[in-house]
């Protein structure tokens, strides 16, 4: 049994891991440099750095000691990676199948601190259930790319230049795009990334003015009803934890929409201006 939950966790981080280092490293000599892209390999953990953002999501590290046990040599070597990236803080993700198992002890020594919580889930690609919404889904092309972009861009409060870069993931191999519209307006974001026989789900975004109006349920059902037509026989995807202090209802539809949570995951944050 605890092979088992081992091998789900590990197969959960390597798609997640899988997406992130593609949409870092295929950006464009342009929106690297304007966004300070960096993916790396540090110790099997994949870091990728916007250091031209000061926006957590797209500054941290996934898988880390997943591959061989972590060690204060590696968690130096990555606060050295995002110091001279020009990062101003970052997170380090621990995964339950992390080791060693004192992980959590390792990072508070070397200077890091527990931030939040984030949450994996998973589902099979069993039919999703009806979703009641006014908006019209779709997959898009390069002609609706830059509205993509700019749609993530606004709603998660990234840079102007992400912009470009969000957009340039649109068409690429691997990747599949979706745009909810109201009428011939596009409201809302949902992509996936394919990943052996996982489909990796994320870039949830929906404007303001359009909130409330099933655009994130009736993207997910579309993306879930793709990925049982292609093969793929799971569907991965992150959020945030939800708790009294702070409701996150996007956790609360994913369970709506049939995903289950396979386990929370801790952040550690580190300040680069704190150092």
């Excluded at 981080?13 to 993916?39: H, N, P, R, V």
């Excluded at 046990?69 to 020009?86: D, F, I, M, N």
Aim: aromatic content about 10%.
């Amino acid at each position: 049994m605890q092979s088992n939950i081992e091998d789900l966790t590990l197969s959960l981080e390597l798609s997640e891991m899988a997406a992130w280092s593609d949409f870092y490293k295929e950006g464009s000599a342009q929106s690297t440099s304007e966004c300070g892209l960096i993916e790396a390999n540090v110790g099997g953990a994949v870091a990728t750095a916007a250091a031209s953002a000061d926006v957590l999501a797209l500054n941290r590290v996934i898988g880390i000691g997943l591959k061989d046990p972590a060690t204060s040599e590696q968690l130096r070597e990555l606060v050295k990676l995002y110091a001279q990236a020009g990062a101003s803080r970052f997170f380090v993700q621990l995964s339950p199948a992390a080791i060693p198992a004192d992980l959590e002890r390792l990072l508070l020594e070397n200077g890091f601190s527990h931030y939040n919580n984030w949450v994996k889930l998973y589902r099979d690609t069993s039919p999703p259930p009806k979703v009641a919404t006014d908006l019209t889904v779709r997959q898009i092309g390069s002609r609706d790319a830059a509205s993509f972009g700019g749609i993530v861009a606004e709603c998660f409060s990234w840079p102007d230049a992400a912009r470009r870069w969000v957009a340039e993931a649109v068409g690429r191999p691997g990747w599949r795009h979706y745009l909810a519209f109201d009428g011939a307006t596009p409201v809302a974001t949902g992509a996936l990334f394919a990943s052996g026989e996982q489909a990796w789900v994320d870039f949830a975004a929906t404007l303001p003015d359009y909130r409330a109006r099933g655009a994130q349920a009736a993207l997910m059902a579309q993306r879930i009803s793709d990925a049982r037509r292609l093969g793929y026989k799971m569907l991965v995807v992150e959020t945030a934890e939800d708790t009294p202090q702070k409701g996150a209802p996007s956790f609360r539809n994913m369970l709506r929409l049939g995903f289950q949570v396979a386990y929370v995951r801790p952040n550690f944050i580190f300040s680069n201006g704190a150092a």
